[in-house]
């Protein structure tokens, strides 16, 4: 393809499109050369757009879009599960992730636009390994793992366990992401995210945050707390999570969590936003995504009374 499109020309592509996964597998096994295995390709054509990638004549592309068991989201055993190249748009219009996880939900809805949610995938998002990944915190705080195959065999590992810098991911080479999971939230569980950007979509987020709570509004037993482009991956900030555990929700221990959690993360300056704005958003935004779960789980209390 030796038009120019953009800033960039798209080199000469050989395409592949396999029908079934055995097939997907064989053919990332023993395709020669550089290969890239896409689904939306919208982070791989703006990728080699703006330069950020550069290949040469003849890379492989491998289209997953037609291994239709990649696809889809069903519960199982107790757990939520989304094919790998599940579009972003089936995510937001799921009546049983809006039920079950409306954090994803709200995080979907403001990635990008339609046009972009109707091709982009769930696996794609979390394979780029973007820093600001915005399914990354809430499929975090939902304790999510990510189950990966290659032609040998099969891995799985939890989602915050993925990352490893910007860009980088445990999948080894020859591997394709293929699901993933989370348990079922449950009726003494709340999560909630939110997120900072110069505009409401469109844009990386200058910061995203995501929490969960279970408990009652007497006792936390447990917390999660995640966010996005504050540190070179998506994280999870344990240390605020085991300050939380055992405590009574009241405004200081949420105030004083919050504070911890800004207290561990490490933003950068960049042309969105200075380190230090990053940080104090990071408390605020913490603190009332707390006092909010707190309140689910007060409300869902006081209706179980009556």
Known sequence: MNQFIGSRALPDLVYHRPNTLDDLLGLVKGVEGDYRVVAGCTDFIPAIRGGKWRFADGINVVDIRGVKSLSGIREEN???????????????????????????????????????????????????????????????????????????????????????????????????????????????????????????????SIISVAVWLKGSPENIEAARIAMGAVAPTPIRITVAEAALAGKKPDEATLAEAAKTAAAHIAPIDDLRASAEYRKSLAETLTRRLLAACVEDLTAYKKSKTK
Do not use: H, Y
């Open 78 to 204: 107790g757990e939520i599960v989304l094919g790998a190249a599940t579009r972003l748009s089936d995510i937001l219009a799921s009546p049983l992730i809006r039920e079950k996880a409306p954090a994803l939900a709200d995080a979907v809805s403001q990635m990008a636009s339609p046009q972009v949610r109707n091709t982009a995938t769930v696996g794609g998002n979390l394979c780029m390994a973007s820093p600001a990944a915005d399914t990354a915190p809430p499929l975090l705080v939902l304790d999510a793992k990510v189950t990966w195959r290659t032609a040998d065999g099969e891995e799985t590992a939890p989602l915050n366990k993925f990352f490893l810098g910007p860009g980088t991911t445990v999948l080894s080479p020859r591997s394709v992401l293929t699901e993933i999971r989370f348990p079922v939230p449950g009726s003494d569980e709340a999560a909630r995210r939110t997120r900072m950007g110069q505009r409401t979509a469109f844009v990386c």
